[in-house]
């Protein structure tokens, strides 16, 4: 279930309405659209908006469809709704921008200016991160000429590795940090 369509269906009135009518029992179109004052096929439009995203349910019984409330959805919190899934243009769009702080602050592989603004800031020093081998351990001079190679102020790069928690430093050994480590 996708919460946005979800959340989209619940933003008419008619829809919540056949809802809490449906919460009180199964019912036909018919019954439905005679109880809120609907058309049939008014009932039947919201029904099937209703039925995509999987809140009600239809089963024949002889010439008639009778619906019922999908009690498990409605019984979702509004925490489990918005954690069912990730929105996968979220992650392109994320990309796009990450790759665009790469393309601006970066050029011929060297970093052409280090970025004022913390977020684009951090975008760089994964980048950077990236050029650490996850176990082995580094001297100062091994991270420093590393840095070197992609701008003068590697003292700065080294020191925020450091801070925002991509390289851990124990006396002047430097090794990179695990993945689940935040790196806010």
Known sequence: MNPIDLFKVLSDKSRIRIILSLKEEDMVVERIAKRLDLAASTTSFHLKKLEDVGLVKSKKEQYYKVYSLQKDVLSSTLEDLISLEEDP??????????????????????????????????????????????????????????????????????????????????????QLRSKEKDHS
């Open 89 to 174: 243009s979220i992650k392109t769009r994320e990309d796009r921008y990450r790759q665009t702080v790469l393309d601006t602050f970066m050029e011929h592989g060297k970093i052409t200016q280090i970025p004022v603004q913390q977020k684009k800031r951090l975008i760089l020093l994964d980048y950077l991160s990236k050029e650490f081998a996850p176990s082995k351990v580094y001297s100062e001079q091994e991270v420093n000429d590393l840095l070197l190679a992609y701008h003068e102020d590697y003292c700065l790069l080294r020191r925020e590795l450091v801070d925002f928690k991509y390289l851990k430093r124990s006396k002047n050994t430097y």
